[in-house]
C-alpha cells in the first residue's frame, strides 16, 4: 500500500502511467524521439486550447517560470504575486538581475483587473506575470477579467503560471492572450515530479530576441529552435522516461473528455467547500477559491501534525499550511486522478480523528 497523497504535488498517479515510465530507452537524437515530443506536442495544444508551440524542459515548473522571466524582460517586469509561488517568480528575477517590481495583494485576495490596470497604464513594463492558481493561498486569480484589460497592452509580454491548475480547469490559452503558459507534471495532469511544459507565442519569441543573456539551459528561444529546426529534438538530455508516461497520460485525459474533467474537478472543490465552511473556514474568498485544493482556516486550533500523523496511519496524507501559514491552516489538494469518493473517504476520516485530538 501506499499513501494516498490529497496534497499539492506530488499527486496521485495511475499505476498504469507509472508503468510507461519504465518504457525501454531510445535515443534522444532519434526520429523516434521526435515523434515521441511531436505527438505530445499535438496532445498538449488540445489540452492547453492553443496553437502556439510547446516547449518541454527537464525540470519542475519552477524552472520554465525562472527561464521565462528572464528570456522575456529587455525592459522591465511586473511580478502580481497572491502568495508564496508568486512571490517566487520575484525572487527568481532577483536573482537573474532582472528589473522586476512587485505587487503583492492580501493573502487571500485575488489579483485584479485594476491593479492590472493600474500597473500596466504606466508603460513602464514589457512583461507580467500572473499566478493562476496559488497552493499556498487557495486562490484561483479572475485571469479572464485580466485578460481584458491586458488586451489593451498588446506590447505586454503575458507569462501565467498554470503549474497547479492546467488540466484541471479551462485555461483558454490563446482565448486569453497568454503568451507563455507554463505547467509541470505533478499537479492536475497526474504524472511524476520531474518535467516542464511551455506554451510559447510567436509574438514572446521575437521579443525574446532583445534580450542579451538569457541563460541556456532554461532559454526558451533555444529550447523553441530545437522544436522548430531540429525536427522536435531537445537542446539537452530530456526524461524520456517521464515523455514516455506523458504521451499515454494525455490520451487518457482526452479519452475523459476535458469539460468531464474539468467537472470532476469542480465536483470535488465543491464538497471539500461546503465541508470546509461546515466545519471550519475558507481562507481563501470563496469566489476566488481554486478548483484544485482548498486552503482551510484552522479555528479550532488543532495540531495539524497529529492529524497528518493519525491520517498517515489510514494511508492518507493532506497537507499544512505553507510558511506563515503552517498550522493555521491546512490544505486538501483535489486534482488529478482523485475523485468525489476519495474526496469523502479523507474527509471522513478527518471527521473521526479530530475529536480524538482535543
Same mark, same amino acid.
Request: charged share 25%.
Given at each position: 500500500?501506499?499513501?494516498?497523497?490529497?496534497?499539492?504535488?506530488?499527486?496521485?498517479?495511475?499505476?498504469?502511467?507509472?508503468?510507461?515510465?519504465?518504457?525501454?530507452?531510445?535515443?534522444?537524437?532519434?526520429?523516434?524521439?521526435?515523434?515521441?515530443?511531436?505527438?505530445?506536442?499535438?496532445?498538449?495544444?488540445?489540452?492547453?486550447?492553443?496553437?502556439?508551440?510547446?516547449?518541454?524542459?527537464?525540470?519542475?515548473?519552477?524552472?520554465?517560470?525562472?527561464?521565462?522571466?528572464?528570456?522575456?524582460?529587455?525592459?522591465?517586469?511586473?511580478?502580481?504575486?497572491?502568495?508564496?509561488?508568486?512571490?517566487?517568480?520575484?525572487?527568481?528575477?532577483?536573482?537573474?538581475?532582472?528589473?522586476?517590481?512587485?505587487?503583492?495583494?492580501?493573502?487571500?485576495?485575488?489579483?485584479?483587473?485594476?491593479?492590472?490596470?493600474?500597473?500596466?497604464?504606466?508603460?513602464?513594463?514589457?512583461?507580467?506575470?500572473?499566478?493562476?492558481?496559488?497552493?499556498?493561498?487557495?486562490?484561483?486569480?479572475?485571469?479572464?477579467?485580466?485578460?481584458?484589460?491586458?488586451?489593451?497592452?498588446?506590447? /505586454?509580454?503575458?507569462?501565467?503560471? *498554470?503549474?497547479?491548475?492546467?488540466?484541471?480547469? +479551462?485555461?483558454?490559452? #490563446? %482565448? =486569453? &492572450?497568454?503568451?507563455?503558459?507554463?505547467?509541470?507534471?505533478?499537479?492536475?495532469?497526474?504524472?511524476?515530479?520531474?518535467?516542464?511544459?511551455?506554451?510559447?507565442?510567436?509574438?514572446?519569441?521575437?521579443?525574446?530576441?532583445?534580450?542579451?543573456?538569457?541563460?541556456?539551459?532554461?532559454?526558451?528561444?533555444?529550447?523553441?529552435?530545437?522544436?522548430?529546426?531540429?525536427?522536435?529534438?531537445?537542446?539537452?538530455?530530456?526524461?524520456?522516461?517521464?515523455?514516455?508516461?506523458?504521451?499515454?497520460?494525455?490520451?487518457?485525459?482526452?479519452?475523459?473528455?476535458?469539460?468531464?474533467?474539468?467537472?470532476?474537478?469542480?465536483?470535488?472543490?465543491?464538497?471539500?467547500?461546503?465541508?470546509?465552511?461546515?466545519?471550519?473556514?475558507?481562507?481563501?474568498?470563496?469566489?476566488?477559491?481554486? /478548483?484544485?485544493?482548498?486552503?482551510? *482556516?484552522?479555528?479550532?486550533?488543532?495540531?495539524? +501534525?497529529?492529524?497528518? #500523523? %493519525? =491520517? &498517515?496511519?489510514?494511508?492518507?496524507?493532506?497537507?499544512?499550511?505553507?510558511?506563515?501559514?503552517?498550522?493555521?491552516?491546512?490544505?486538501?489538494?483535489?486534482?488529478?486522478?482523485?475523485?468525489?469518493?476519495?474526496?469523502?473517504?479523507?474527509?471522513?476520516?478527518?471527521?473521526?480523528?479530530?475529536?480524538?485530538?482535543?
Amino acid at each position: 500500500m501506499h499513501k494516498k497523497l490529497f496534497i499539492p504535488g506530488p499527486t496521485e498517479v495511475a499505476p498504469e502511467v507509472l508503468a510507461k515510465m519504465a518504457t525501454p530507452m531510445i535515443g534522444h537524437r532519434s526520429k523516434d524521439a521526435s515523434n515521441l515530443q511531436r505527438e505530445i506536442s499535438e496532445k498538449l495544444r488540445k489540452v492547453m486550447y492553443t496553437q502556439n508551440p510547446i516547449v518541454l524542459s527537464t525540470s519542475s515548473g519552477s524552472g520554465l517560470m525562472e527561464g521565462s522571466i528572464r528570456s522575456f524582460t529587455a525592459k522591465r517586469a511586473i511580478v502580481f504575486s497572491v502568495g508564496a509561488f508568486g512571490n517566487r517568480w520575484y525572487k527568481m528575477a532577483e536573482a537573474n538581475n532582472v528589473p522586476a517590481d512587485k505587487h503583492e495583494a492580501e493573502w487571500g485576495h485575488p489579483t485584479t483587473a485594476e491593479v492590472v490596470e493600474k500597473y500596466l497604464s504606466t508603460g513602464k513594463y514589457d512583461v507580467m506575470t500572473v499566478t493562476h492558481n496559488e497552493t499556498s493561498t487557495g486562490v484561483m486569480n479572475p485571469v479572464e477579467e485580466i485578460a481584458e484589460v491586458k488586451k489593451k497592452y498588446p506590447d /505586454v509580454i503575458w507569462l501565467l503560471d *498554470t503549474v497547479s491548475s492546467m488540466a484541471g480547469t +479551462k485555461i483558454d490559452v #490563446d %482565448a =486569453l &492572450g497568454v503568451d507563455v503558459c507554463i505547467c509541470s507534471t505533478q499537479k492536475a495532469l497526474a504524472l511524476p515530479p520531474g518535467m516542464a511544459i511551455a506554451s510559447v507565442s510567436k509574438r514572446a519569441l521575437e521579443h525574446g530576441k532583445l534580450v542579451k543573456y538569457r541563460g541556456w539551459y532554461l532559454d526558451l528561444l533555444e529550447l523553441y529552435k530545437y522544436v522548430e529546426t531540429k525536427d522536435y529534438q531537445y537542446s539537452a538530455t530530456p526524461s524520456l522516461s517521464h515523455m514516455f508516461a506523458m504521451n499515454f497520460q494525455l490520451d487518457r485525459i482526452l479519452a475523459e473528455g476535458l469539460e468531464k474533467r474539468y467537472a470532476r474537478h469542480k465536483e470535488m472543490a465543491e464538497y471539500t467547500r461546503a465541508w470546509a465552511k461546515k466545519n471550519f473556514a475558507l481562507y481563501p474568498e470563496e469566489k476566488h477559491a481554486s /478548483v484544485t485544493l482548498t486552503t482551510i *482556516t484552522n479555528t479550532t486550533a488543532f495540531s495539524v +501534525k497529529a492529524l497528518n #500523523d %493519525a =491520517l &498517515g496511519k489510514q494511508w492518507m496524507q493532506i497537507s499544512n499550511g505553507y510558511g506563515d501559514l503552517k498550522e493555521k491552516t491546512f490544505r486538501i489538494a483535489h486534482m488529478g486522478e482523485l475523485t468525489l469518493s476519495d474526496v469523502k473517504e479523507v474527509t471522513a476520516a478527518i471527521d473521526k480523528i479530530l475529536p480524538t485530538l482535543k
